[in-house]
């Protein structure tokens, strides 16, 4: 039986060694998150080097002999190993592009109304190491998805892959973003791309905008152009709103594009300027994903987007002025109200006064005000649960938990709803307690387990 010593590399760029019978499927533990607690912390990792030796015995030796060498020594075993072991049937990767997850903290469904979002890059990824190729084709493998899928660009617009069938929903992403490339006449190269996500599909977290900036800022690095970050969004943006049919706001593409450690984003979707905004210093941004999963181009979202067009159409003749719902003020909102479908009226009262809770949480955040911000955070919940009705008894169930417990200073579901994740404000001290209790009572209550971690705020998508 054969035994291996293996490396793997973190995302942060360090290695972590061990030995194994089978290291794909070590691989995947690890990103999996239960390898060992060292790579838990530090995912995803990718395997970049395997020596095969004769037992156990030999391959507990070697890990003690890999893991006392310093980085350096470990790069040079790795660079001189590079092609020699039997998993690496992929180019070389020539690229390395960190993408990362985003989470809101508040201003959700407004990106479409022209409003003002809080939203935070988190420290969950889609890593992805390209190899370019000679000719037009691009190859994609989705490691976490099992599935692979080629297509050329010659034939983007069609949606087919290179043997005619339909493009599946998950490589549409990196098809759109290169469809957006070539029709702004950039020139896109043929490329071979691994990719791995810890980001859940989804979620809440954009899964979706983390894979098609990570795309974007390859591309740009393989050719060399200088886009700006906003441009880069913007043009993903278009991906999915042209490509694979959803009408999304600009607020996850641009989060993921430009993230900001240790802080929030504020982005005005109206002048596109944008500011970081320092997190409160005593608490712990903590996600609790439902495990139930939605599909954003479910018509739902784009429901609600045109509910929101209706209601700025029905109020202008009243107000000339108005160009969005950014622009009405809850008064004339309900002077309007007779002339207002019941429902297109509850949409826009949420959007309306969703735009003043972000005015409002600035202030209460430049005072390092957690508790008051979490006050408004349970106020968004309760808005989108009953006026835009776009939660699930899960995600209330986890946010009634949450108010119970010690040290939790707001709670609220995150990004579209219809399922995923929520988001919540918790004081240091009690974040272990928190991540436990929330997990045990959720799971009494509903019969269903849910992801419960703390998560940092980080930079957007980087290449390695
Ligand atoms: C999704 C969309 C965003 C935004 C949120 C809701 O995540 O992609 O543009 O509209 O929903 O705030």
Not at 128 to 139: F, L
Not at 335 to 353: E, G, I
Request: hydrophobic share 40%; proline share 5%; charged share 25%.
């Amino acid at each position: 039986m054969p035994y291996f010593c293996y490396i793997v590399e973190c995302a942060d760029g360090s290695f972590y060694t061990g030995w194994t019978l089978d290291p794909a499927r070590r691989e995947q533990q690890h990103n999996a998150g239960t390898g060992a607690t060292y790579t838990r912390l530090h995912r995803p990792v990718h395997l970049v080097y395997i020596e095969e030796v004769s037992d156990r015995s030999a391959a507990m030796k070697r890990e003690v002999a890999i893991k006392r060498m310093d980085h350096t020594r470990k790069q040079s075993l790795i660079r001189k190993a590079e092609g020699n072991h039997p998993l690496n049937t992929h180019p070389t990767p020539t690229l390395t592009v960190l993408s990362p997850a985003r989470v809101n903290l508040l201003g959700e469904h407004v990106d479409y109304n022209e409003g003002l979002v809080l939203p935070a890059a988190i420290d969950r990824y889609v890593t992805i190491k390209a190899s370019p190729s000679s000719d037009q084709t691009i190859s994609l493998h989705a490691l976490d998805l099992k599935a692979s899928c080629q297509f050329s660009l010659d034939s983007l617009e069609q949606k087919k892959d290179i043997e005619g069938a339909d493009l599946p929903v998950w490589a549409q992403y990196p098809a759109g973003v290169a469809w957006v490339f070539m029709n702004h006449g950039l020139e896109i190269r043929g490329v071979d791309v691994e990719y791995f996500s810890t980001i859940p599909m989804g979620s809440g977290l954009s899964s979706s905008a983390a894979v098609e900036v990570g795309f974007a800022v390859m591309w740009q690095a393989l050719a060399g152009w200088k886009l700006d970050r906003l441009t880069l969004a913007q043009f993903c943006q278009e991906a999915e709103n042209r490509y694979v049919g959803v009408n999304c706001g600009l607020m996850d593409q641009f989060a993921c594009a430009n993230g900001v450690k240790d802080h929030a984003v504020l982005l005005d979707t109206r002048t596109l300027e944008s500011t970081p905004v320092p997190l409160p210093e005593d608490a712990a941004i903590v996600i609790a994903d439902s495990g139930v999963r939605r599909v954003l181009s479910d018509s739902s979202y784009n429901e609600r987007r045109s509910d929101c067009e209706t209601a700025v159409r029905l109020v202008k003749p009243g107000y000339p002025g108005i160009r969005s719902l950014r622009d009405v003020t809850p008064t004339q909102l309900d002077a309007s109200k007779d002339l207002l479908p019941a429902v297109v009226y509850k949409r826009a009262r949420h959007v309306v006064t969703e735009v003043a809770r972000v005015q409002e949480a600035l202030g209460r955040l430049q005072n390092n005000d957690a508790r008051g911000f979490g006050e408004l955070m349970l106020e968004t919940h309760a808005s989108l649960r009953d006026d835009y009705e776009v939660s699930t008894p899960e995600l209330d169930a986890l946010v009634e938990i949450a108010m119970e417990l010690p040290g939790c200073l707001g709670a609220r579901l995150t990004g579209a709803g219809f399922g995923g994740c929520t988001v919540n404000l918790v004081q240091n001290r009690n974040v272990p307690g928190f991540i436990r209790k929330l997990k045990k009572s959720y799971l009494a209550r509903t019969g269903k387990k849910a992801e419960v971690f703390a998560c940092h705020a980080t930079q957007g998508a980087i290449v390695k």
